[in-house]
């Protein structure tokens, strides 16, 4: 069952009086369950698909469907609300609040959407057993390691149950011990719980954790 | 789940957090002062009219009750005393020194037979022309004691130091008073004794017939001309100091949470990610604003104890009195303030675009 569909899509910013083609009628398939890496260099335009499948930015012209919902059809509202339920992000600097303890950076996630007031299901138990961080979630994140603090990110990302994960650079700020654990936890996630996940790096040996890769250069894919 | 951000977020700076506190509460402080003093001056003038003793006050035409120039004769008194049932009548006159000192002429045995005396503290009563007796606070705060001279708009000698409460703080004999600023046989006010309550009203009416155009008052008429309303520069003094209250309330929101907001862009890049909504957004920085705004009213209150203890040191004349009718005002003036200062640091954020805000270092 296709999860992602985007057909077509362009993403032109203007920066001053010029115009900046980021994306250039972009098409792309994505299975349900399916764990794609998008690689390239920078300025491909790997971000810019990112932030318009997150529900960031919208798309200028061409059609981006997620489980059937068109995005370019959504509004700041509706991108909002895609937000908070149907999108968890996973990004290179962790982006965990420092007022908050590693748990109530879970729970201000489930608050934003709607689902606090009761306790995390034993799947989700299971999941933070998994990421290792039971007995770190009453740390800030200044109390964490860079490994930990990507686990309560990938934690707070999934505690909505998102159909979609999306992953930007994960490994970016993790030396290689992390980066293989990180990885292998988000590979494990994608076989365990069959989570649709779609991962940016220009490392490719973190690309080889996914299924799939697809190239992007100039705003097209290759 | 939100307050807990709020609270985080306000610990996660303090200094920024105290400072703006501190500042608030200046605010509330201000106004707490300013209406506690009015009230405890004029409380505290009420108090000194009732002290006489007296049941009846008669006050030139057109004079005022908050300043004390009008005068007239002497006269008058011995006429007062005619009308039946005035059973003690006693002229006195009252000379200002500067903005707020002024000396008080009575004829000693006749303000004693009516107010109850004066109670002698230290010293003596003035005998001399040039002896003045003052009351024990205002003894205090400039340093005087019974024998010791004292130039206050000419030079005394201070005969005696009696205890406060009746009529002034600062004494004199009203012929040597008259004599000594020039105004014979003038006086600014009659106090009289009435034998009995009833007869009251009928000595009133008596009066008014034989002193036409005077002012006259009985004792609970009297004491209730001084509110802010009989002095035309408590009020509008009072609404400025409120209104400039209430703009630094509002600056200082306002800087403190246009700073919070650009220390925070890359968290408020975050909450957006996650779904945040502009109106989640503005939650946040409002509710921070309401904490600091409640905070800093607490401890403006607080602080007006402080202004109060520092004022009966400094200018013990001047008492302030305690306000609590005013504390829902000056909570509404913080808090209405502060949320002002807040609209546009929090729109700032609320409309903060998510990308941008999650590259900013």
Redesign the interface.
């Given at each position: 069952m296709t999860e992602i569909e985007v057909r077509g899509l362009t993403k032109t910013f203007r920066v001053g009086e010029v115009e900046v083609h980021a994306l250039r009628g972009v098409d792309l398939k994505i299975e349900r369950g399916e764990f794609v890496a998008i690689v390239g260099p920078s300025g491909s335009g790997k971000s810019t698909l990112f932030n318009i499948l997150g529900g960031l930015a919208p798309p200028s012209a061409g059609t981006v469907s997620i489980n059937g919902q068109d995005l370019a059809k959504l509004n700041d509202a509706g991108r909002t609300e895609l937000r908070k339920k149907a999108v968890g992000f996973i990004f290179q600097k962790y982006n965990l609040l420092p007022t908050l303890t590693a748990r109530d950076n879970i729970e201000i996630a489930r608050h934003i959407a709607g689902n606090s007031g009761t306790p995390w299901d034993a799947q989700y138990q299971e999941l933070l057993k998994l990421l290792g961080i039971e007995s770190r979630l009453d740390h800030k994140p200044r109390a964490l390691s860079g490994g930990e603090q990507q686990r309560v990110a990938i934690a707070r990302a999934l505690v909505n149950h998102p159909s979609l994960l999306l992953a930007d650079e994960p490994t970016g700020n993790l030396d290689t011990e992390n980066s293989k654990a990180v990885l292998s936890i988000i590979k494990h996630l994608n076989k365990r719980l069959g989570q649709t996940i779609l991962m940016i790096t220009h490392d490719p040996e973190a690309a080889a954790f996914a299924d799939r890769t697809v190239t992007m250069r100039d705003g097209r894919i290759l | 789940?939100?307050h807990?951000?709020v609270f985080?977020?306000l610990?996660?700076r303090p200094v920024r957090t105290l400072l703006s506190v501190v500042l608030i509460s200046a605010q509330v402080t201000m106004i707490l002062t300013l209406v506690g003093l009015t009230r405890g001056v004029l409380g505290n003038m009420q108090k000194r009219a009732k002290g006489t003793g007296a049941d009846v006050v008669i006050r030139p035409p057109e004079s005022n009750i908050a300043s004390m120039s009008s005068t007239f004769s002497e006269k008058h008194v011995g006429l007062v005393r005619q009308v039946p049932h005035v059973s003690v009548a006693t002229g006195v006159l009252v000379h200002p020194v500067s903005n707020f000192d002024t000396i008080t002429g009575i004829d000693w045995d006749e303000f004693s037979k009516m107010s109850g005396g004066l109670e002698v503290l230290e010293g003596k009563r003035f005998e001399k022309p040039d002896d003045l007796v003052v009351g024990r606070v205002f003894a205090k705060q400039r340093k005087l004691s019974a024998g010791m001279p004292f130039v206050f708009g000419h030079k005394w000698n201070v005969a005696g130091i009696v205890e406060e409460g009746k009529l002034s703080a600062t004494f004199a004999d009203l012929r040597a008073l008259q004599d000594i600023f020039v105004e014979p046989n003038k006086i600014t006010m009659v106090y009289a004794k009435v034998d009995e309550a009833k007869n009251i009203n009928p000595v009133i009416a008596s009066l008014k017939e034989q002193l036409p155009g005077y002012q006259i008052y009985s004792m609970e008429e009297f004491l209730s001309l001084f509110t802010a309303d009989a002095y035309p520069l408590i009020l509008p003094f009072t609404r400025v100091v409120v209104a400039v209250a209430a703009i630094i309330g509002l600056l200082v929101v306002f800087l403190s949470m246009y700073m919070a907001v650009l220390e925070r862009t890359?968290?408020i890049?975050?909450?957006?990610?996650?779904?945040?909504?502009p109106r989640?957004v503005l939650g946040i920085l409002f509710r921070e604003t309401i904490v600091l705004a409640l905070a800093g009213t607490v401890l403006g209150i607080g602080l007006a104890y402080g202004t109060r203890a520092l004022m009966a040191v400094v200018a013990p004349n001047m008492p302030q009195d305690i306000v609590p009718d005013w504390y829902p005002w000056v909570t509404l003036i913080a808090v209405g303030g502060s949320m002002v200062g807040a609209i546009y640091p929090g729109l700032k954020a609320a409309r903060q675009d998510?990308?941008e805000a999650?590259a900013y270092d």
């Open positions: - | 789940m939100i807990r951000l985080e977020n610990k996660h890359r968290e890049g975050i909450l957006k990610a996650m779904g945040a909504s989640y998510a990308i999650l």
